[in-house]
């Protein structure tokens, strides 16, 4: 499975970014997925994670209600929307495939390459 993560940069606090993970082929039918975040000097951490087959969906206390996870099936691509964004949600980002919900780092199956998310106060 190829992941291709896109779309950080620089905001100010309380405003919003949207990232898209490229993905091929029937990945995001197939696969429960995630986006992780790793700030500086932390761990990688699971922070969204949707599986539509399950109709699960998970997302990480601090970001709940403004981070959503969605998809385009015409193009492949997952999304993460950022809402509201805070100094404290800076990191790379990463999007992941896993055969296994829960989702975590130690089941993912596939990564994406990091995107950065620099959040200005």
């Known amino acids: 499975v190829q992941l291709q993560a896109f779309g950080g940069g620089l905001v100010q606090a309380g405003g919003s970014l949207r990232l898209s993970c490229s993905t091929s082929?029937?990945?995001?039918?197939?696969?429960?997925m995630g986006w992780f975040r790793q700030g500086p000097a932390k761990e990688r951490e699971l922070v969204a994670a949707r599986s539509w087959r399950r109709g699960s969906e998970y997302y990480v206390d601090s970001v709940k209600g403004r981070f959503t996870i969605s998809r385009d099936l015409a193009k492949n691509t997952m999304y993460l929307q950022m809402n509201s964004l805070k100094p404290e949600d800076a990191g790379d980002y990463y999007c992941?495939?896993?055969?296994?919900?829960?989702?975590?780092?130690?089941?993912?199956?596939?990564w994406g390459q990091g995107t950065l998310v620099t959040v200005s106060s």
């Open positions: 082929g029937r990945t995001l039918n197939n696969y429960h």
């Open positions: 992941a495939t896993s055969n296994w919900w829960p989702i975590s780092k130690e089941v993912v199956t596939s």
